[in-house]
């Protein structure tokens, strides 16, 4: 089970902090991602990380202003995202796939919306 949340309204420029907190025995086994859906479009892939943390991967549009990290021992995969722009407005979903080659996200969390002002 995954539980997205911290999303909200911010200014352009601004940072936001989102969360996903997963449950089950075998998190573990499994890698972590965000994807977004703006109005209209389709939803994108925005970053993952797997559960060790010593592997990720960051989509072109968010790279160096998104962060993804995971804390191990609260289950959490956070989405830190900074120097917010109105075009990272999105609802924002965590999804989850097993670790293994051509694997798919099959478990995904409600979304979270982040609305940027400018």
């Known amino acids: 089970q995954l539980q997205a949340s911290g999303g909200g309204l911010v200014q352009a420029g601004g940072s936001l902090r989102l969360s996903c907190a997963a449950s089950?025995?075998?998190?573990?086994?499994?890698?972590l991602g965000w994807f977004r859906q703006a109005p209209g479009k389709e939803r994108s892939f925005v970053a993952s990380?797997?559960?060790?943390?010593?592997?990720?991967a960051t989509a072109a549009s968010v790279r160096g202003r998104f962060t993804i990290s995971r804390d191990r021992g609260q289950n959490t995969v956070y989405l830190q995202m900074n120097s917010l722009k109105s075009e990272d407005t999105a609802v924002y979903y965590c999804?989850?796939?097993?670790?293994?080659?051509?694997?798919?996200?099959?478990?995904w969390g409600q979304g979270t919306l982040v609305t940027v002002s400018s």
């Open positions: 990380i797997n559960w060790s943390g010593d592997s990720t």
């Open positions: 089950g025995r075998t998190v573990s086994r499994y890698i």
């Open positions: 999804a989850a796939k097993p670790s293994l080659a051509g694997s798919s996200y099959d478990y």
